[in-house]
C-alpha cells in the first residue's frame, strides 16, 4: 500500500513556471517507480513522465525540456517542475506509484502499469 498526497497547482500565466509535490507515505521509496500524468478536460489521461529507484527519467515528447520529474527519498516527496507553461498544459495533475518491478522501469510507464494515485490537482495556464 502507498498512500499519496498532492500539493501545489493553481492558475499560472503563459510561459510561467510552477511546482506540484506528491508526499508518500506506506512504503520505502527507494523501491518504487513513479510517474507524473495529466487529463484534460474531455480527454484521456496522459503519461508525463517517470522516475526509477535509481533517479533514471523518462518524459513524454510534449513536456520534454519544460518539465522536470524528481524526488527526494528523504523528505519522502516527489515533485513535478512546470516550466514555460502554455495554455495546452491546463488539466488535472496526478502523480502515481508502482511497487511491482521494485524501482525497476526504465521507460515512460503507462497508467495501467501504477496501482497507486494521488487525488489530482488543477492547473490551468492563463491564454
Known amino acids: 500500500q502507498v498512500d499519496l498526497v498532492e500539493a501545489g497547482g493553481g492558475s499560472v500565466p503563459t510561459g510561467g513556471s510552477t511546482r506540484l509535490s506528491c508526499k508518500v507515505a506506506?512504503?520505502?521509496?527507494?523501491?518504487?517507480?513513479f510517474g507524473w500524468f495529466r487529463r484534460a478536460a474531455g480527454e484521456e489521461r496522459e503519461a508525463l513522465a517517470t522516475?526509477?529507484?535509481?533517479?533514471?527519467?523518462y518524459y513524454a515528447g510534449s513536456v520534454q525540456g519544460r518539465f522536470t520529474i524528481s524526488k527526494d527519498n528523504a523528505k519522502r516527496t516527489l515533485y513535478l517542475q512546470m516550466n514555460s507553461l502554455k495554455p495546452e498544459d491546463t488539466a488535472v495533475y496526478y502523480c502515481?506509484?508502482?511497487?511491482?518491478?521494485?524501482?525497476?522501469?526504465?521507460?515512460?510507464?503507462?497508467?495501467?502499469?501504477?496501482?497507486?494515485w494521488g487525488q489530482g490537482t488543477q492547473v490551468t495556464v492563463s491564454s
Open positions: 506506506g512504503y520505502d521509496m527507494g523501491s518504487i517507480c
Open positions: 522516475i526509477n529507484k535509481y533517479e533514471n527519467t
Open positions: 502515481a506509484a508502482a511497487v511491482s518491478w521494485s524501482g525497476h522501469c526504465y521507460e515512460l510507464q503507462q497508467a495501467t502499469d501504477f496501482r497507486y
